[in-house]
């Protein structure tokens, strides 16, 4: 596992920005050190510990992109049609070995080899075929439709760098360059739990005052859409000789240490006390809304992470900071997604200085162009507005807001996990 030291997270300015903290993250967290050897079928969502380097030139010979007639742009007419006679028959998977185009057109079709001699390939719905001879317009470029040996990758290239979380066409990718088995880090195991003596488990009977402990079904979703090993701890009551027993016991098994809620300093807030018990804790003061402090801290070298209780303050912060200290911790690249540009059609004022992310549905305006649609209520406790929009309209710190046709970065949900 990751050991960080005690003042890994320590931060003293007044005020955090995201990309500080991005940078805080990328700059002192240090990934798993264990690795292990998996088969392309399970390695979709991985992160690789090493280079995936070509075993041979993708495509590994020269090859027709389409189905017409290889030949030689020698031999075409500088002006007008060329009428050649049609020699030979390649389809994919025949050998071109002893095939020659000098003189003459060869029969091709996609994926097929090259004659030795032969650089372009007409299309078979540009030419004419009469008796034997085929006639070629005239205009087409040398070593059109042809595609070289190693154009896409050549042999020895890094086809796949080291801390790439694997997606589906780089498997493809890994599996055409000629590999079966990819090195990757190991999964990373987090540990999350719930404190507060207010919640119950969803379908167990609700009392006057119990409201469903609905963040940590969400984080343990976000996780293991991230490819994490969870262990849900389920929910730990507000008495403080146990938590800091239970955090200790979590930390010798685990990488990351989550949690929302219960970490302020009021009287009935245990967790923060517990953890300065077995190890260190601060407060990141980051310039963002939804949201308030995260508690960040080390407990026996295991990072621990204290989000906020509003579950939409929980869902912005586990997607600005959690993701990122997930990525660093798996030997990822800790970077911000890319924000798609989208005309606003509302009207919202903010304070300069901190950073909003407004949830937005998404629709065609009257122009046909897309624009965001701002969710008629605001509060950070209003699940439905996450389930009922399609992203984040990012406000940046520097403006007041924004009125209808201005354009704002949206971050679709899909994006942050």
């Not at 649609?373 to 699940?383: C, S």
Request: charged share 20%; glycine share 12%.
């Amino acid at each position: 596992m990751a050991q960080l030291s005690d003042d890994c997270f320590a931060f003293g300015g007044p005020l955090l920005s995201v990309e500080a903290a991005l940078a805080l993250i990328g700059e002192r967290v240090a990934p798993v050190a264990e690795t292990e050897s998996v088969p392309l079928g399970d390695a979709d969502g991985r992160v690789l510990a090493a280079d995936v380097v070509a075993r041979v030139d993708l495509p590994p010979f020269a090859n027709s992109a389409v189905d017409g007639w290889a030949v030689r742009y020698a031999d075409l007419a500088p002006a007008g049609e060329t009428v050649l006679p049609e020699v030979g028959r390649l389809p994919a998977g025949a050998s071109a070995e002893g095939v020659r185009a000098e003189g003459c057109a060869v029969r091709i079709f996609t994926g097929a080899p090259m004659p030795v001699d032969a650089d372009t390939v007409f299309m078979q719905e540009d030419v004419r075929a009469e008796g034997g001879r085929v006639v070629l317009p005239a205009g087409l470029k040398r070593g059109a439709n042809a595609r070289p040996a190693g154009e896409d990758v050549a042999a020895g290239a890094v086809a796949l760098p080291a801390g790439r979380r694997l997606r589906p066409q780089d498997v493809a990718l890994a599996a055409a360059v000629g590999h079966r088995m990819l090195t990757v880090r190991r999964r990373l195991r987090v540990a999350v739990f719930s404190t507060g003596d207010e919640l119950a488990e969803p379908g167990a009977p609700l009392g006057p005052a119990s409201v469903y402990d609905s963040n940590r079904a969400a984080l343990v979703a976000l996780l293991r859409r991230l490819g994490v090993a969870v262990s849900d701890l389920g929910i730990l009551r507000d008495e403080p000789d146990g938590l800091a027993e239970n955090l200790a016991a979590a930390a010798g098994g685990h990488d990351l240490i989550l949690t929302s809620g219960g970490v302020s300093t009021g009287e009935e807030d245990h967790v923060k006390a517990a953890v300065e018990q077995v190890g260190s804790l601060v407060f990141w003061r980051i310039a963002i809304k939804p949201g308030r402090p995260v508690a960040m801290g080390v407990v026996r070298g295991t990072p621990f992470v204290g989000l906020p209780g509003n579950p939409v303050a929980v869902y912005v912060t586990f997607s600005w900071i959690v993701r990122p200290l997930l990525a660093a911790l798996s030997g990822g690249v800790v970077e911000r997604p890319l924000g798609l540009p989208v005309r606003v059609a509302f009207h919202y004022r903010k304070k300069p200085g901190r950073r909003e992310y407004v949830r937005v549905s998404l629709r065609r305006g009257a122009d046909g162009l897309v624009e965001a649609v701002k969710y008629a209520r605001e509060g950070a406790g209003v699940l439905t507005s996450l389930t009922e929009t399609d992203g984040l309209a990012e406000l940046p710190e520097e403006t007041d807001g924004v009125v209808e046709g201005d354009t704002v970065s949206f971050f679709p949900y899909a994006t942050l996990y």
